[in-house]
């Protein structure tokens, strides 16, 4: 058939059917809400990305040869007005509406539950033809299978290689359309354009096979379970591992860098976790579609169950759902070429599967979450460190700081660590803190100086609160060696909150309260002073000296020498100072868990050079610095910064403390 010099194609949905003569089909739902779906052909592919692509993680290799089937597509990331059908056909409520509450960016740029959020309120403005967010992957499931029940096709969400597969669109570079970051302005919603929220589907750039945002808008869950790394075979129609505590996540989100847009990129979270930039798209198995044959689009591999032709009439591809297996039929006549549009019926009034949500997670990070009242008191700040009275200890000297009992100072009163002598001990000089029973801190001494704070708009995996740059000085002070360790936690406070328990390693799932809880209860047992770090001086550390990325250069691959990440640490912690110091001495700045500083968080930093500056005065949150055991290279790097609620704790939040450095807060 042909109309106005076009071929059309006729899908067999079930229920009333609009003929598109542009290579589609759309089915009329009522209410002006249709899904149209897009055919991604049969073929091969190289998943993942090599050792010399900018951004790389290692979670992205080995690169291996993955061989799918044809399927069909969501053009589009499924909308807030095609999830609302599901909702009141199937009578269906997420679990942030029977909570009341969701997982959302405040107005500081930090994470926070957040009450009244859901997808019915993201949090920022949002109509009909946004993505849908605050779903978590549970509830994108039953979105899936409420649609299969409807419309008797099998309907589900991607695997993660069908995803990247669909995503390259037969591209083998960092995104579907090249290797710059410049291009994502033309194709995806992310940091640098999106103002902080998602925007309608379908306004940016589609791929080569007519696919829209599949990099940035919403991070897009997909059906494997997330492994650290993948299995280097060869593989047909792969499903993921078989068991794992996570979801795999896809293709960045409006408030992603450039790096986790790239089509390679991949993460993994809690299936019961929903946040204000998380959405899905779906994928139809073939059944009862007729359409005439076509070859493979370019740039793609046949596949070997074809030939270069497409599969034969009434051929069987077996996809994976989660874990179960479903079989689907790709009858009809032949297949349909490339990109073809169909569109499936969201209408209809059937029920979900009995079952209620799991609760939400938020990332697995959060134990308490204090969402009232103001800013938090500044405990344990008031001490003022004397180190060495009119003048610096001499240089060489060695220290000795005795944590171990002593008279208490009065409360308010100035604390004086005596770190010995009368000149400027050596970069890197450690002084050894007796804690008693055989329990030692050590502390490092870092120098007088400046440096540049931030990170320069050229630098990869850079979001925009890493700037302004700046220069920053600072009077020298003395910094933990290591992060704070459960032994040393419980002989201050008498207890250890941490889930990965091990003496030698890092306390964690603490709050900012708890840490300066800490410092506070140190300082008033030994009569010394102990705080947290500026986020300057804890920059200023890790950096030690270099302008790179990391504290010993650019490339993501070093990091496995020098931390614990996503990449090496099977999500847990390790005993600290098992990986590489930096030039000053100092360990694990770079991952195993994100440290506390003492500074509220702002959004950007102010653009005037400063001494030894303490941030804003005001606001609800506290940052947060060097990424934690579950990230990405991306997040350990020197100048990335987080922020987060003063009360919350995390699995891979802990700190380290600073003596001295300035004579007055």
């Given at each position: 058939?042909?109309?106005?010099g076009?071929?059309?194609?006729?899908?067999?949905f079930?229920?009333?059917?609009?003929?598109?003569?542009?290579?589609a089909a759309?089915?009329?739902?009522?209410?002006?809400?249709?899904?149209?779906?897009?055919?991604?052909?049969?073929?091969?592919?190289?998943?993942?990305?090599p050792?010399?692509?900018s951004?790389?993680?290692d979670?992205?290799?080995?690169?291996?040869t993955?061989?799918?089937?044809?399927?069909?597509?969501?053009?589009?990331?499924?909308t807030?007005s095609?999830?609302r059908?599901?909702?009141?056909a199937a009578?269906?409520?997420t679990e942030?509406e029977?909570?009341?509450e969701?997982?959302?960016?405040n107005?500081s740029?930090?994470?926070e539950?957040?009450?009244g959020?859901s997808?019915?309120?993201?949090?920022?403005p949002?109509?009909?033809?946004h993505?849908?967010v605050?779903?978590n992957w549970n509830?994108?499931?039953?979105?899936?299978?409420w649609?299969s029940?409807?419309?008797?096709?099998?309907?589900?969400?991607?695997?993660?290689?069908?995803?990247?597969?669909?995503?390259?669109?037969?591209?083998a570079?960092?995104?579907?359309?090249?290797?710059?970051?410049?291009?994502?302005?033309?194709?995806?919603?992310?940091?640098?354009n999106?103002g902080?929220k998602?925007?309608?589907?379908?306004?940016?750039k589609?791929?080569e096979w007519?696919?829209?945002d599949?990099?940035?808008?919403v991070?897009?869950?997909?059906?494997?379970l997330?492994?650290?790394?993948?299995?280097?075979a060869?593989?047909?129609?792969?499903?993921?591992?078989?068991?794992?505590p996570?979801r795999?996540?896809?293709?960045?989100?409006?408030?992603?860098?450039?790096?986790?847009?790239?089509?390679?990129?991949?993460t993994?979270?809690?299936?019961?976790g929903?946040?204000d930039?998380?959405?899905?798209?779906?994928?139809?198995?073939?059944?009862?579609?007729?359409?005439?044959?076509?070859?493979?689009?370019?740039n793609?591999?046949?596949?070997?169950?074809g030939?270069?032709?497409?599969p034969?009439?009434g051929?069987?591809?077996?996809?994976?759902?989660?874990?179960?297996?479903?079989?689907?039929?790709?009858?009809?006549?032949?297949?349909?070429?490339?990109?073809e549009?169909?569109?499936?019926d969201?209408?209809?009034?059937e029920?979900p599967?009995?079952?209620e949500?799991?609760?939400?997670d938020?990332?697995?990070?959060?134990?308490?979450?204090?969402?009232?009242?103001?800013?938090?008191p500044?405990?344990?700040?008031?001490?003022?460190?004397?180190?060495?009275?009119?003048?610096?200890?001499?240089t060489?000297?060695?220290a000795?700081?005795?944590?171990?009992?002593?008279e208490q100072?009065?409360?308010?009163?100035a604390?004086t660590?005596?770190?010995?002598?009368?000149g400027?001990p050596?970069?890197?000089e450690?002084?050894t803190?007796?804690?008693?029973?055989?329990?030692?801190m050590d502390?490092v001494?870092?120098p007088?100086?400046s440096?540049?704070m931030g990170?320069p708009?050229?630098e990869?995996?850079?979001?925009?609160?890493?700037?302004?740059?700046?220069?920053?000085?600072?009077?020298?002070?003395?910094m933990?060696?290591?992060?704070?360790?459960?032994e040393?936690?419980?002989?201050?406070?008498?207890?250890?909150?941490?889930?990965?328990?091990?003496?030698k390693?890092?306390?964690?799932?603490?709050?900012w309260?708890?840490a300066?809880?800490?410092?506070?209860n140190?300082?008033?047992?030994?009569?010394?002073a102990?705080?947290?770090?500026?986020?300057?001086?804890?920059?200023?550390?890790?950096?030690?000296?270099s302008?790179?990325?990391?504290?010993?250069?650019?490339s993501?691959?070093g990091?496995?020498?020098?931390?614990?990440?996503n990449?090496?640490?099977?999500?847990?912690?390790h005993?600290?100072?098992?990986?590489k110091?930096?030039?000053w001495?100092l360990?694990?700045?770079?991952?195993?868990?994100?440290?506390?500083c003492a500074?509220?968080y702002?959004g950007?930093?102010?653009?005037?050079?400063?001494?030894?500056?303490?941030?804003?005065?005001s606001?609800?949150?506290r940052?947060?610095?060097?990424g934690?055991?579950s990230?990405?290279?991306?997040?350990c790097?020197s100048?990335?910064?987080?922020?987060g609620?003063?009360?919350?704790t995390?699995?891979?939040?802990g700190?380290?403390?600073?003596c001295?450095?300035f004579?007055?807060r």
């Amino acid at each position: 058939m042909a109309e106005n010099g076009l071929s059309v194609r006729e899908i067999e949905f079930p229920d009333a059917l609009i003929v598109d003569p542009r290579n589609a089909a759309a089915a009329d739902l009522g209410g002006g809400v249709k899904m149209e779906l897009v055919w991604v052909p049969a073929g091969s592919f190289q998943i993942g990305s090599p050792d010399s692509e900018s951004g790389r993680t290692d979670d992205e290799g080995p690169v291996h040869t993955v061989e799918l089937d044809g399927y069909w597509m969501g053009k589009y990331e499924v909308t807030v007005s095609q999830f609302r059908r599901f909702v009141e056909a199937a009578s269906y409520q997420t679990e942030a509406e029977k909570k009341g509450e969701s997982c959302g960016l405040n107005s500081s740029g930090c994470w926070e539950v957040q009450s009244g959020l859901s997808w019915r309120n993201a949090g920022f403005p949002q109509e009909d033809n946004h993505p849908v967010v605050h779903v978590n992957w549970n509830e994108a499931k039953s979105f899936c299978d409420w649609l299969s029940r409807k419309e008797g096709k099998e309907f589900r969400l991607p695997t993660e290689a069908e995803w990247e597969y669909a995503c390259r669109a037969g591209s083998a570079t960092r995104f579907c359309f090249g290797d710059s970051d410049g291009g994502m302005h033309q194709y995806g919603w992310f940091s640098a354009n999106s103002g902080g929220k998602t925007h309608p589907v379908g306004e940016k750039k589609a791929n080569e096979w007519g696919l829209y945002d599949m990099h940035g808008n919403v991070w897009e869950w997909c059906g494997d379970l997330y492994a650290d790394k993948y299995e280097a075979a060869a593989a047909k129609n792969p499903q993921g591992v078989s068991s794992g505590p996570h979801r795999v996540l896809r293709g960045g989100g409006a408030y992603s860098g450039p790096q986790a847009c790239r089509s390679a990129y991949r993460t993994g979270a809690d299936p019961t976790g929903a946040y204000d930039n998380r959405g899905f798209r779906v994928v139809c198995e073939g059944e009862n579609i007729s359409i005439p044959p076509s070859s493979p689009a370019p740039n793609v591999i046949p596949s070997s169950s074809g030939g270069a032709e497409q599969p034969q009439t009434g051929e069987v591809a077996t996809a994976g759902l989660g874990g179960e297996v479903a079989t689907a039929d790709l009858g009809g006549a032949e297949q349909p070429k490339t990109g073809e549009v169909a569109t499936a019926d969201l209408g209809g009034a059937e029920q979900p599967q009995t079952g209620e949500a799991p609760t939400v997670d938020l990332g697995g990070e959060v134990a308490t979450a204090d969402l009232g009242g103001g800013e938090q008191p500044q405990t344990g700040e008031a001490a003022t460190p004397d180190l060495g009275g009119a003048g610096q200890p001499q240089t060489g000297e060695v220290a000795t700081a005795d944590l171990g009992g002593g008279e208490q100072p009065q409360t308010g009163e100035a604390a004086t660590t005596d770190l010995g002598g009368a000149g400027q001990p050596q970069t890197g000089e450690v002084a050894t803190a007796d804690l008693g029973g055989g329990l030692k801190m050590d502390l490092v001494w870092l120098p007088t100086g400046s440096f540049l704070m931030g990170s320069p708009d050229s630098e990869s995996g850079r979001t925009d609160d890493e700037g302004p740059v700046h220069t920053v000085e600072l009077d020298g002070f003395w910094m933990g060696k290591h992060e704070v360790t459960q032994e040393q936690y419980e002989a201050v406070m008498g207890k250890n909150p941490s889930k990965f328990k091990g003496a030698k390693n890092p306390v964690e799932q603490v709050s900012w309260n708890d840490a300066v809880d800490f410092c506070r209860n140190a300082s008033q047992k030994t009569g010394k002073a102990f705080r947290l770090p500026t986020e300057a001086e804890w920059e200023y550390a890790c950096r030690a000296g270099s302008t790179t990325r990391f504290c010993f250069g650019d490339s993501d691959s070093g990091l496995g020498e020098y931390a614990w990440y996503n990449g090496n640490s099977g999500k847990t912690t390790h005993p600290v100072g098992e990986k590489k110091a930096n030039e000053w001495g100092l360990h694990d700045m770079h991952g195993n868990v994100w440290e506390w500083c003492a500074d509220l968080y702002p959004g950007k930093y102010e653009a005037a050079p400063a001494k030894n500056p303490q941030g804003p005065s005001s606001g609800p949150c506290r940052v947060l610095r060097g990424g934690g055991g579950s990230n990405a290279p991306q997040f350990c790097r020197s100048a990335t910064r987080d922020g987060g609620s003063p009360s919350r704790t995390g699995i891979s939040r802990g700190f380290r403390v600073v003596c001295g450095g300035f004579s007055s807060r």
